[in-house]
């Protein structure tokens, strides 16, 4: 007894050492290993599209199609996003002397209360930093540009290797194996599209309540906030968060009550609320449905890991970790503890 208890804690420990390091290298082969993550999601929410062209025409003419389709809406999504933003950060640099006049009232009130911020302000905050930031930028938008080539290399690669691949899975002398791969696969696939049908389906939604809402109560450039509100409900919790408090802070500029404040706040937090945590629950169903721990952990760390490109793709990875567990006896006790609950279980 006493050496079986020592062998299970040599193996777990093994299996711990062992998932360490292949998270240290997700971090430090990042560059490397993100392309791929990302190919094979797009490869995912494109492969039945492909499939059905390919019936219908040569393979490559269905390809080229089957690209150009994603390079539009990539477009498409891209100047929309850009648009939302540039018109906010033009307007907010027009209208700088009422920004500078809201910080300063904050400086003043903070220092009322023993807080001093113009030191630190003046210290991190000064036109060499400016630089730096704008360079950064630039330097990211180079990166970001050169990260999403690869990645269409990647899908083009992919997509042309569907078939093969699930030739060479199925003819595996392991067929357990096999049938893990090909079922997990398969259904971690269909789980992607639907989960990305009804993310679009929610943010556009988000996107519309917070425009017209914006509209009614006056708050200048209601479109905008509104595209903002749709792009950024695309990642988890922190979207959200920054879609509520970005167009509160630029209330604090516009109106002078600190009720109007209270109630753009509030109301912000109410849509998304209502959107992201009664209605697509219930859209989507429980086969999307993974813990609320799971969900915020996957997007922090991923985002850890990958910035803000791993703060989308964190829920998509989740959601196929935990769809593979669940092919497999050895492996279906984690997705049952943060996945979606049993059918026909009895809430207490």
Not at 127 to 134: D, I, K, M, P, T
Not at 328 to 338: K, M, Q
Request: glycine share 8%; aromatic share 14%; hydrophobic share 60%.
């Amino acid at each position: 007894m006493e050496s079986a208890g020592r062998g299970s804690i040599a193996t777990a420990m093994i299996v711990l050492i062992a998932v360490m390091l292949v998270f240290g290298c997700i971090y430090y082969a990042g560059a490397v290993i993100a392309p791929v993550v990302f190919a094979m999601f797009m490869i995912a929410l494109m492969w039945p599209f492909q499939s059905w062209l390919q019936t219908r025409m040569p393979k490559g003419l269905a390809l080229a199609l089957s690209m150009l389709v994603v390079a539009a809406v990539f477009l498409v999504f891209g100047w929309i996003v850009a648009w939302g933003f540039g018109r906010v950060t033009r307007w907010i640099i027009a209208d700088a002397g009422r920004f500078q006049a809201l910080y300063a009232m904050g400086v003043a009130w903070l220092e009322g209360h023993g807080i001093a911020v113009a030191g630190l302000w003046a210290e991190h905050f000064n036109v060499g930093w400016v630089v730096r930031a704008a360079q950064q930028v630039t330097g990211r938008f180079n990166t970001t540009l050169s990260f999403w080539i690869v990645v269409f290399v990647y899908v083009i690669l992919g997509l042309l290797e569907v078939d093969d691949a699930a030739r060479k899975v199925s003819a595996l002398k392991n067929q357990t194996v096999a049938g893990v791969l090909l079922r997990g696969a398969s259904q971690t696939a269909a789980k992607l599209r639907r989960y990305m049908g009804v993310r679009t389906v929610m943010s556009l939604m988000t996107g519309a309540l917070v425009w017209l809402f914006a509209t009614a109560v006056g708050l200048p450039l209601a479109a905008e906030w509104g595209v903002m509100a749709f792009a950024l409900n695309y990642i988890p919790f922190i979207g959200p968060l920054v879609a509520t408090v970005f167009p509160t802070l630029f209330a604090m500029a516009q109106f002078q009550s600190w009720e109007a404040v209270l109630v753009v706040f509030a109301c912000l937090n109410l849509i998304q609320f209502v959107v992201g945590s009664y209605l697509e629950p219930r859209v989507a169903g429980s086969a999307l449905s993974m813990s609320p721990f799971l969900v915020l952990f996957s997007v922090f760390f991923w985002s850890y890991l990958w910035g803000i490109l791993g703060a989308f793709i964190g829920v998509p990875v989740s959601i196929a970790l935990l769809t593979f567990c669940a092919q497999h006896p050895a492996s279906s006790w984690f997705s049952d503890l943060l996945g979606a609950p049993p059918k026909g279980a009895a809430a207490d």
